[in-house]
């Protein structure tokens, strides 16, 4: 099992950044596609970022150009690093890990693995 802990959410102004931090821990033995996604109110959980197991990074196009995915493999964390967010970034973020074999994609289902979330306001 795996247990993953996101922090580094909180209330910023438009254009404003964020970096967010997902550490896990548990039975790290094989290598994880991870990924970020986010549910805003009303809303369906949406990918935001995915790194999968030979380092390609995949955003969404509402993000791209502005978030950046990254690890740190020898620290097990998990980065997302926010910048000139926007009010319709507001939701709450969660990591995910996705067991191999995996590809990264954007598919919730794929993902056994999350964290309890942070919330990110913009106003």
């Known amino acids: 099992h795996l247990q993953l802990v996101e922090s580094g959410g909180g209330s910023v102004q438009a254009g404003g950044s964020l970096r967010l931090s997902c550490v896990a821990s548990g039975h790290i033995k094989r290598r994880y596609c991870m990924g970020w996604f986010r549910q805003a109110p009303g809303k369906r959980r949406e990918g935001v970022a995915v790194l999968n197991t030979n380092g390609r990074e995949i955003y969404s196009d509402s993000v791209k150009g502005r978030f950046s995915i990254s690890r740190d493999n020898a620290n097990n964390v998990l980065y997302l690093q926010m910048n000139n967010l926007k009010p319709e970034d507001t939701a709450v973020y969660y990591c995910?890990?996705?067991?191999?074999?995996?590809?990264?994609?954007?598919?919730?289902?794929?993902?056994?693995?999350w964290g309890q979330g942070t919330q990110v306001t913009v106003s």
């Open positions: 995910a890990a996705d067991p191999p074999p995996c590809s990264g994609s954007f598919f919730t289902s794929k993902y056994i693995y």
